[in-house]
């Protein structure tokens, strides 16, 4: 028996008297044993219908049991075979070279002189020379905007 059918059982010891009811409202006592009967066939019903819910949801709990143990079970296989698996170890591997590639390559171009590349010092001289021929440049504009100036000053002084 389960603890609900002993349950069930302690409450039908705490049925009534008939002689209380009697009294309490003055009835016959075929129609206080009719009333009982009926009583009785109704908690009889209701005891059968509740101990057959119970056992539904006794089986239903045990199923969810057995699915939760089932897919834990499962969740630590793919755990402990996913992170030891072949292809697991690879990809750590090649993440682990990936990051000291970068590293390596990030101390190389951190640790480069570039003042000492042939190349940076041509790009420098050329920067140089490109610049005061910039000026140059400029000088010899200003003098021939200042001569173009003067002789259209003095061609309009002349009339022209």
Known sequence: MTKYEDLIKQRKKKSTSLETIFRKYKMTVGDVQNIQEEIEKVKKEADRLMINKIKKYENEINELKSKVHAADTETALIKATGMNSPEM???????????????????????????????????????????????????????LNQETEKRLADARKAGL
């Open 89 to 143: 170890k690879a990809a750590k591997e090649e993440i682990n070279s990936l990051k000291n590639k970068i590293a390596d390559l990030t101390e190389v171009a951190q640790s480069k002189d570039y003042f000492r590349d042939p190349d940076y010092k041509y790009l420098i001289e050329e920067n140089q020379r490109l610049e005061q021929e910039r000026n140059e440049l400029l000088v010899v504009n200003q003098r």
